[in-house]
């Protein structure tokens, strides 16, 4: 199964006065992405009052844009390789613009849901503006932009929480998708009025057989994901969805091998530099995830479960600040290190110190500096993990294919951050204390999650350090 080139100029030598707009608008696109994600966290358990139905109900206001970017990243990648990468970026960007307008102008559940899902198309950004950059800047100076717009997935998160809950406290939950929206509105312009087409293209046509078989897969895997502490993890519909995903993943596989242009092209899978890196990028995602729910929550427990401090719903949150921020300022140094010591060398020291930065969460918990302290080291070493990654991918994979291998580390991603929903969720729900009448998570339940992330990066670590230093020469 070969794919025909279209193009395969040159990058651009553009001088870096005239480009710098490209990572200007693709960089603001990444990042209104990764909030828009994030952004509904802090207000969720306030919506069933203000929108009037339960809270299984606003629950889908995050899964269905779990499920949605699912289903579009790899998609989108595959396309972004076939019609080029802007053309498909600007579409994502588009679906937030008009999901924010669908949620910003609606206070009716099932209207706000389908606003969600339409966001969820935008989650496809950030690997597509990743591979737009990578085909048209040369080398030494795409690493840096790529680095940048790779961390722009956890300086979203971080900003995100403190961002929301200072909007809803002084304003209508409303008021945060306005904002996204004309943010979105902005990256959209910049990139239609600044950012060239990448030369490149793969060709082919839309499998649209592996897509639904790929969207059924996804839906029934990440499902029972997020909603089997509700369900019951032993209960007929978790288990069958589960057991459904398999079915459908082995029939998935089966039909990549027998279609031309298949939507994912399985021969990846012997490439072993891309295999590790996205073992890597499955324990990273579960190691960053797990710090947005293993920070505010834990921050905003009151001193007499122990451990918290009491902290409202903005310091929570701005707890996760100076990680997110240590993430931006990170990503230039990421690229030099990647430059000088090469991209899986720095991957592995990224999980080294993502380790470090959970082992000190466990150990010091006296005061509210020590675990802002700790989120923030986490914060640098998946900054330094997330550069690498992107790298790497590039670094092994044909120019014409590059949008579509960073599409599936992008969900690979993803997957890694469910799995840290998912247990993160049932530990914390397991392992509790009595404190008056409420039910909370332990001290023990923390320590626990925390372990098992240390564990998941040096995991990430020990996967990279058999990456090759570069492609074997045919």
């Known amino acids: ?18 480009t710098w707009p490209w990572l200007l608008f693709v960089g603001l696109g990444a990042l209104v992405v990764s909030l828009a994600q994030s952004l509904l966290i802090p207000v969720l ?63 009716n559940v099932a209207v706000l849901i389908a606003g969600r899902a339409i966001q969820g198309v935008s989650a496809a950004a950030i690997p597509l503006g990743i591979g737009l950059l990578s085909s048209l800047l040369p080398r030494e100076r795409s690493g840096s932009a790529i680095a940048l717009i790779s961390a722009m997935l956890g300086v979203g998160g971080a900003l995100g929480l403190p961002f929301a ?103 990846t899978l012997r490439r072993r530099p891309l295999v590790l890196t996205n073992i890597a990028t499955l324990f990273f995602g579960f190691a960053l995830f797990a710090s ?11 001193v007499s479960s122990g451990y918290g401090f009491g902290s409202s719903i903005v310091v929570g949150g701005l707890a996760m600040l100076p990680g997110g921020l240590c993430m931006l300022l990170f990503a230039p140094v990421s690229a030099r290190l990647i430059a000088w010591r090469g991209a899986n ?14 082992l000190g969460r466990i150990v010091f918990t006296g005061s509210l500096t020590q675990v802002v302290l700790g989120a923030t080291v986490v914060g640098i070493g998946t900054s330094i993990g997330y550069a690498s990654m992107p790298a790497l991918i590039n670094q092994f994979t044909p120019r014409e294919e590059i949008a579509a291998a960073n599409g599936l580390n992008m969900l690979i991603r993803s997957l890694g951050s469910s799995l840290a929903s998912a247990v993160g969720g049932s530990l914390l729900a397991a392992i509790t204390i009595s404190v008056g009448a409420y039910a909370l998570p332990s001290l023990t339940a923390y320590r626990v999650l925390f372990v098992i992330c240390a564990l998941a990066a040096l995991a990430a670590a020990t996967a990279a350090l058999f990456i090759p230093s570069r492609p074997e020469q045919d």
Not at 223 to 231: C, H, K, R, T, V
């Open 45 to 107: 358990a306030t919506l069933p009052a203000t929108l009037d139905t339960s809270a299984d109900t606003v629950q889908w206001l995050l899964t269905s844009t779990l499920l949605v970017a699912a289903v579009s990243v790899p998609l989108f990648g595959r396309l972004g390789d076939m019609f080029g990468p802007r053309r498909m970026l600007l579409v994502a960007i588009g679906a937030l613009v008009v999901g924010s307008v669908v949620t910003a102008t609606s206070t």
């Open 292 to 302: 947005l729910i293993g920070t505010a929550s834990y921050v905003q427990a009151p």
């Open 345 to 358: 060398q720095v991957l592995a020291v990224g999980g080294v110190i993502v380790a470090l930065g959970w």
């Open 1 to 18: 199964m070969t794919t025909q080139t279209l193009a395969v100029p040159a990058p651009t030598t553009e001088p870096a006065a005239r």
């Open 165 to 267: 809950g200072i909007i809803a406290e002084h304003f209508d939950f409303h008021v945060l998708f306005w904002i996204t929206g004309a943010a979105a509105a902005m990256a959209f312009a910049g990139i239609w009025l600044a950012v060239p087409e990448s030369p490149f293209r793969s060709g082919g046509r839309v499998d649209v057989i592996g897509a639904v078989l790929l969207a059924g897969t996804l839906v029934s895997l990440l499902l029972p994901l997020a909603e089997g502490s509700d369900w019951g993890w032993s209960s007929g519909k978790t288990i069958g969805l589960l057991a459904l995903a398999v079915v459908l993943l082995v029939a998935f596989g089966w039909s990549q091998t027998r279609i031309a242009s298949p939507l994912v092209d399985l021969s």
